[in-house]
C-alpha cells in the first residue's frame, strides 16, 4: 500500500470527546466517509465516562494539548523556543498579536493559547499532512488556531456557534474575523450578527444548520394526536442559566393549578441541578418530576418515544449567553413530539410558530404553560405541528445534505489544499 498523501484538515477543539457535542462528532464522521482525513487537536482530555456511539467510528487521529499553563511550563518553553529559533519572524508577529490581544482582555489564557499553538506546531504539526486549521467554537479553540496559523503560515478558519460568539468581548472576535480565511455558522441568526460585526472586512461568513441523522430519529410509536393523562412532558438541557428551566417548572406549576396531570422528565446536568432539585420540592412538583442526569443519545431517543411533549424555555443569560438552535429541538420535530419553545435567538428559525410549534415570551410562564396546554389538548393543532415539523427537519435538516453543503463550504474556503 502506498503512502496516504491526502491532504489533511487539523481540527482544533476545546475537548474531545464531549457528550453534549455530537455535532461536531457527527461532522467529523461525515468529513470522513465523504473521503477527508481529519487530525485532531483537543485542548483537554474528555471529562465523561461514556461517549456516543459515532464517536467509537470516527478514525481521525487525536493529540491532546497540554491543558493548564503552569505545570507543563517547561514543555510549552522549550518547543516554543525551538520554534523561535527556526522561524524568529512568525514568531515575532505571533508575539505582537498576541501582545494586542493581552492588552484588551488582560487574561493570562491569552498567553497559555500562544504556547499551546506553539506547541502544536512545533511538536504536533511536522509530517501531520495538515494543511488547514479549523476550530470549533469561536472563543479559545480559535485564539488556538490563529495564533497556530500565525505560527506555521497555514491558514485557519473557525465555526462559530453561541456562548462562544455572544460572550466575546466583540473586538477580539472582529480581530480574529478578519484574519480568518472564513467563518461558518450554525443559525442566520449569528450570520447576521457576525456580518455586522465584520463590517468592511471581506471574509465570507456562511450559514449551516446543525443536521441530524434522520435514521436515528424515526419513532417507532405511532403520532399521539389524543395523549391521555398522565402527559408525559419532556426537556433535554444542561442546567444553566441560558436554558430557562426555571420557567419551565413555574409553567408546569400553572399547569398542575389547572388541573392537568402530567410527568415531567428533565435529562441533563449543569451548575444549577441543586437549585432546580430545590425549586422543584419548592412548587411542589417532586413527586411529577424525573430528574435523570447525563444520559447516551440512545436513551434520549427512548424517552422521546414515550413523551407527549418537548418544552424549553431558553432565554438570555445575564452575560449575553444564549442558544442557537437546540439540536434537541430538531430532534423532537423529527420524532413528532410537538414543541414548545421561547422566541430567542434563532429558536424561531425552526420553530414557526403555529405552524411548527408554538412560542412564547421568554421568562414568561403563564404564556409558556398556554402554549404547552394547547399543543397536549388541541388534536388539530397536534396533527398540523407534527406533520409540519417533521417535514420542516427532513427539507432543512438532514444532516446529510448539510454535511456535504458544509463540505462545500471547507472546499470554497481552500481547507483541503488545492
Not at 163 to 180: G, S
Not at 197 to 219: C, E, M, N, Q, W
Not at 303 to 310: A, G, I, P, T, V
Request: hydrophobic share 40%; glycine share 6%; net charge positive.
Amino acid at each position: 500500500m502506498g503512502k496516504d498523501t491526502r491532504p489533511v484538515l487539523g481540527m482544533v477543539l476545546k475537548g474531545y470527546p464531549r457528550i453534549s457535542e455530537t455535532f461536531i462528532s457527527n461532522e467529523i464522521l461525515s468529513l470522513e466517509r465523504m473521503g477527508q482525513k481529519v487530525h485532531i487537536f483537543s485542548m483537554r482530555e474528555p471529562r465523561e465516562r461514556f461517549t456516543h456511539k459515532s464517536v467509537q467510528a470516527i478514525r481521525a487521529r487525536v493529540d491532546y494539548l497540554p491543558e493548564t499553563l503552569l505545570e507543563p511550563l517547561p514543555l510549552f518553553l522549550r518547543h516554543n523556543a525551538l520554534l523561535w529559533l527556526k522561524a524568529p519572524r512568525r514568531y515575532q508577529k505571533a508575539l505582537a498579536l498576541t501582545g494586542r490581544r493581552f492588552a484588551r482582555s488582560r487574561k493570562s489564557a491569552t498567553i497559555k493559547h500562544l504556547l499551546q499553538a506553539g506547541y502544536l506546531v512545533h511538536a504536533l504539526l511536522p509530517g501531520s499532512g495538515v494543511c488547514h486549521l479549523h476550530a470549533h467554537f469561536a472563543h479559545s479553540p480559535t485564539s488556538v488556531a490563529m495564533f497556530a496559523s500565525a505560527l506555521s503560515g497555514l491558514p485557519f478558519s473557525f465555526f462559530a456557534h453561541a456562548k462562544d460568539i455572544y460572550t466575546t468581548d466583540p473586538a477580539q472576535l472582529k480581530e480574529k474575523i478578519t484574519k480568518a480565511r472564513f467563518v461558518a455558522t450554525c443559525t442566520g441568526y449569528n450570520q447576521e450578527y457576525l456580518k455586522k460585526l465584520a463590517g468592511r472586512f471581506s471574509t465570507p461568513v456562511r450559514k449551516v444548520y446543525h443536521g441530524i441523522d434522520l435514521s436515528l430519529f424515526d419513532p417507532k410509536s405511532g403520532q399521539r394526536l389524543n395523549p391521555k393523562p398522565p402527559y408525559r412532558i419532556f426537556s433535554v438541557a444542561r442546567m444553566v442559566e441560558k436554558k430557562g428551566l426555571p420557567t419551565v417548572f413555574r409553567a408546569l406549576k400553572i399547569l398542575e393549578e389547572r388541573g392537568m396531570d402530567f410527568i415531567y422528565t428533565l435529562i441533563g446536568s449543569g451548575e444549577l441541578k441543586e437549585s432546580m432539585r430545590a425549586l422543584s420540592i419548592v412548587l411542589g412538583l417532586a413527586d411529577r418530576t424525573r430528574f435523570l442526569g447525563t444520559r447516551p443519545h440512545e436513551e434520549v431517543i427512548q424517552e422521546y418515544e414515550k413523551s407527549d411533549l418537548f418544552v424549553l424555555g431558553c432565554q438570555i443569560a445575564r452575560n449575553g449567553d444564549r442558544d442557537g438552535i437546540p439540536n434537541v429541538l430538531v430532534e423532537s420535530l423529527a420524532m413528532g413530539v410537538p414543541v414548545a419553545a421561547t422566541r430567542v435567538s434563532a429558536i424561531p428559525e425552526l420553530i414557526v410558530n403555529g405552524e411548527t410549534g408554538l412560542l412564547a415570551p421568554p421568562e414568561d410562564p403563564e404564556a409558556l404553560a398556554n402554549a404547552m396546554e394547547r399543543l397536549l389538548l388541541d388534536p388539530e393543532l397536534r396533527e398540523r405541528v407534527i406533520q409540519k415539523g417533521k417535514e420542516k427537519v427532513a427539507r432543512e435538516f438532514d444532516h446529510k445534505a448539510l454535511s456535504r453543503e458544509l463540505m462545500e463550504v471547507y472546499r470554497a474556503g481552500g481547507a483541503f489544499g488545492k
